[in-house]
């Protein structure tokens, strides 16, 4: 702790963990939708611009952004194929899925052994993606800090 005077200043580590709990605090209400209103984070919408959602998604839809359509053609069903992969006991080596078939469990997309990653697979939730994403935003914070 350090004085100066009959000031007193808060240590280094109250003020570290003030900050890691004022970040996580900020990051819960930016994912206040996600994390508390049932929805999932991620891109789903650009499915309605494929068949057979297209016919389901009415005459004024239009895709928020389609260029961020990698989670959800791509990112999504690596994981679920991951976690179904896990969930069966088998090693997955082997996407069948793509192309002629492409290796699976050394696939940067998939990653396999990012442990962020790792509560998504044992479940196969989609729920924890908004938690995959506010931790790597706390550990990017905590360690910038």
């Excluded at 069966?88 to 050394?106: D, F, Q």
């Excluded at 931790?135 to 914070?141: A, D």
């Amino acid at each position: 702790m350090v004085h100066y005077g009959s000031c007193h200043m808060i240590s280094r580590k109250a003020a570290f963990w003030i900050t890691c709990v004022s970040l996580f605090i900020i990051l819960l209400a930016y994912f206040y939708p996600a994390v508390f209103g049932g929805k999932i984070q991620g891109q789903f919408d650009h499915l309605y611009s494929f068949h057979p959602w297209k016919s389901q998604a009415g005459d004024d839809f239009h895709d928020q952004n389609p260029l961020l359509s990698d989670q959800a053609l791509t990112i999504i069903p690596f994981y679920k194929q991951l976690a179904a992969c896990i969930e069966e006991k088998t090693l997955p080596l082997w996407n069948h899925h793509s192309l002629g078939g492409t290796p699976l469990v050394g696939n940067y997309t998939a990653s396999l052994y990012y442990p962020f990653y790792w509560p998504f697979y044992l479940t196969g939730s989609e729920g924890w993606l908004v938690w995959i994403a506010i931790f790597k935003l706390l550990f990017c914070g905590i360690f910038t800090y």
